[in-house]
């Protein structure tokens, strides 16, 4: 069974350009979620997805992130305009129905010049 | 709210040695606890959790973790380290009432010295 993948794995961008991550969850997994790590500190949790739906966006840092999960299958991560603070790895993670079972993607390491 | 604090950025140990890795939270509800290793270039990786039952918690790789509650910690360790071993590993939480949200620690670094 093929776990969590995210694309690209690594994006080198200038400031304000846009940049789009994605993440493919685990087959059937309805509960998909985004996490950062900038560098040097912990991983925070970004949003939660259950299905299509944005179940907990409350650790969004502002109105440059967009996500989004058409169709309740894979998600997308838009930032517009990058700033130089939103360098770090972005970890995407699902779940089935329980939501302590989390299965994390290898990250994709952004980096905003 | 909850937070989670991993007293060591970095831990160098020699192959074979025993290894402590701390982790201690807060939180004013009932919490699950799990610690995770990304080894380099990958992706997290489970290495055991905390639900309920045992306060000791055996995981994948020789790694157990003792749950304390009147402490609030939840230290890894491992008797025998490896090379292989190398990596980074993260302690977390999250609420057992929901068990959505994730808190993480910052990590520690293990190094292990041949």
């Known amino acids: 069974e093929a776990g969590v993948t995210q694309f690209p794995s690594h994006s080198v961008i200038e400031k304000g350009q846009t940049v789009t991550l994605r993440c493919d969850p685990i087959?059937?997994?309805?509960?998909l979620y985004w996490y950062r790590r900038v560098m040097g500190k912990e991983i925070k949790f970004l949003l939660h997805f259950v299905k299509e739906s944005k179940q907990d966006e409350s650790g969004m840092p502002n109105n440059r992130f967009l996500a989004e999960r058409t169709g309740g299958t894979y998600s997308t991560l838009k930032v517009q305009p990058a700033e130089l603070e939103d360098s770090g790895v972005y970890f995407c993670a699902s779940s089935g129905t329980r939501g302590y079972e989390q299965f994390f993607g290898p990250g994709t390491r952004l980096t905003v010049l | 709210a909850q937070s989670v604090t991993q007293l060591d950025s970095q831990v160098p140990v020699f192959e074979e040695a025993p290894v402590e890795l701390r982790c201690n939270y807060s939180?004013?509800?009932?919490?699950?606890l799990f610690w995770y290793v990304q080894y380099p270039n990958q992706g997290l990786q489970l290495l055991l959790k905390y639900l309920s039952g045992s306060t000791l918690v055996k995981g994948i790789n020789g790694f157990e973790a003792e749950f304390n509650k009147s402490q609030t910690s939840f230290h890894l360790r491992k008797p025998s380290v490896h090379i292989s071993d190398t990596a980074e590993y993260f302690c977390?939480?999250?609420?057992?009432?929901?068990?959505?949200?994730?808190?993480f620690g910052t990590g520690t670094s293990l190094t292990v010295i041949p």
């Open positions: 087959s059937g997994h309805d509960n």
């Open positions: 939180s004013s509800v009932s919490v699950y």
């Open positions: 977390a939480v999250t609420h057992s009432y929901t068990g959505n949200q994730f808190y």
